[in-house]
Nanobody, 118 residues
């Protein structure tokens, strides 16, 4: 079992920055992969960025060059630094953890709202 709690969402102007944090109930270095997803109103949930246990990361095309996913060992969080935000980044952002053992298990946080608007 993994419990996830997101924080850091809010209202920001276009071109601004936000950092989201995802706190896990177990060491993030024991989790197979963790990612950030988002869901805008009327749209399907989509992948934003993911980081594997070996530290490799991947990004959606919309996030490349603007967002960075990284692990904070001291805080035991997986953070998403978002720069140059656009109105189309407005969504509820969710943290996800994937555990690969004999089976695959997925865990989600409750989400945090990000609104990019002037």
């Amino acid at each position: 079992q993994v419990q996830l709690v997101e924080s850091g969402g809010g209202l920001v102007q276009p071109g601004g920055s936000l950092k989201l944090s995802c706190a896990a109930s177990r060491s993030i270095f024991t989790i197979s992969a963790m990612g950030w997803y988002r869901q805008a109103p009327g749209k399907q949930r989509e992948l934003v960025a993911v980081i594997a246990s070996d530290g490799t990361s991947n990004y959606a095309d919309s996030a490349k060059g603007r967002f960075t996913i990284f692990r904070d060992k001291a805080k035991n969080t997986v953070d998403l630094q978002m720069n140059s935000l656009k109105p189309e980044d407005t969504a509820v952002y969710y943290c996800k953890a994937i555990m690969l053992t004999m089976t695959m298990s997925e865990y989600w946080g409750q989400g945090t709202q990000v609104t990019v608007s002037s």
